[in-house]
């Protein structure tokens, strides 16, 4: 029996920041964002408004479309660099939250690969028999650990979260493959500084990204017997419309076939891929047995990809 996404959901805070509201409180200009990163705006989280209440909107939100209750999941991991506290982790408090009784739950810190390694995860304990279902939630509240005086990285970053419930699919569906991986030598380029806000080496990231966000899309597709001209669909991490055009041209695909939401909601770091994917299947681009592929990179280094065939 393969695992799979059976259900999904997000939540995007209210509050919208575009770069015309930056304009007028950074030295930047909404030409220079757009041309650069491929964002327009972003949500912002209210101040009361933490991590875990982003998580549990978007869990009750998958836990509905999977048609499940939350007594029913064995394990909660919420990935997140952004929990409400060091501890209780997010997946403890929402635990709560849902009522869900029967849960085991952690976090897990791999920046924005979090939702991928969240996914490979719950595969193996749903193809191991440990689980009937599995609550993934990639979530940040980036905005608390942003510096607003800094505009090489304040104009990158928004607030959400996303969710998958993970179990049993039929013979043929479910993550197919995987790759997961990391190069803590890189952590050096982006990371949490002494006054807890994100810093970052653009240039170096990126020439990182380009590289390893195409490798690791060939890589799960060949590892699951196919060929870069299969793919229905690639949903990459929306960090910079550029690099994201990189990996898509790497793998030969045409736009319509690529995920490409960064301009409403800027890199949301966790929630990124997950907040994508639901935006496709709401926008009906992702079908029934399509072959899908996610991936993703992020601070630590780390990165990970899965190629799926959609459908439960
Ligand atoms: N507004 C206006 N100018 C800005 C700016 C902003 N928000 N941010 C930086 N600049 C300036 C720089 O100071 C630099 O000026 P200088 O040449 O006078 O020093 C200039 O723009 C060009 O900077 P450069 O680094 O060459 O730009 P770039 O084309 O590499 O784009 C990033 C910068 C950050 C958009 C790009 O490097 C990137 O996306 N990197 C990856 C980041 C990422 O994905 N992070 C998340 C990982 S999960």
Not at 18 to 40: A, P
Not at 147 to 161: I, P, S
Request: glycine content about 10%.
């Amino acid at each position: 029996m393969n695992a799979g996404i059976v259900g999904v959901g997000r939540y995007v805070p209210e509050k919208v920041v575009t770069n015309l509201d930056l304009e007028k409180v950074m030295d930047t200009s909404d030409e220079w964002i757009r041309t650069r990163t491929g964002i327009e705006e972003r949500h912002i989280a209210a101040d009361d408004e933490d991590t875990s209440d982003m998580a549990f909107n978007a869990a009750k939100n998958a836990l509905k479309n999977a048609g499940i209750t939350a007594e029913q999941l064995g394990l909660i991991l919420v990935a997140t660099v952004t929990p409400d506290q060091p501890f209780p982790s997010v997946s403890c408090m929402i635990q709560e939250q849902l009522g869900a009784v029967n849960a085991a739950a952690m976090d897990i810190s791999a920046a924005c690969s979090g939702y991928i390694y969240g996914l490979v995860t719950a595969k193996q304990f749903i193809e191991n028999n440990a689980y009937d279902y599995i609550l993934v939630v990639g979530v940040e509240k980036l905005s608390k650990i942003t510096d607003w005086e800094d505009r090489n990285t304040a104009v990158l970053f928004g607030d959400g979260a996303a969710a998958a419930i993970v179990g049993k699919v039929s013979e043929g569906r479910g993550i197919l493959t995987y790759e997961l991986g990391a190069d803590g030598t890189g952590g050096k380029y982006l990371y949490q500084n002494e006054k807890n806000y994100i810093t970052m080496n653009g240039r170096e990231v990126f020439k990182f990204a380009v590289r390893q966000m195409g490798q690791s899309a060939i890589n799960v597709i060949e590892k699951a017997g196919y060929t870069k001209n299969d793919v229905d669909y690639l949903i990459p991490h929306q960090a910079n419309i550029r690099i994201m055009e990189s990996a898509r041209q790497r793998l030969d695909l045409p736009s319509e076939k690529m995920a490409a939401v960064i301009k409403k909601y800027g890199n949301t770091s966790a929630a990124s891929i997950g907040n994508a994917l639901v935006e496709e299947l709401e926008n009906g681009k992702i079908h029934d047995d399509d072959l899908i592929v996610l991936v993703g990179f992020g601070g630590g280094l780390t990165w990970g990809a899965v190629a799926i065939k959609w459908g439960r």
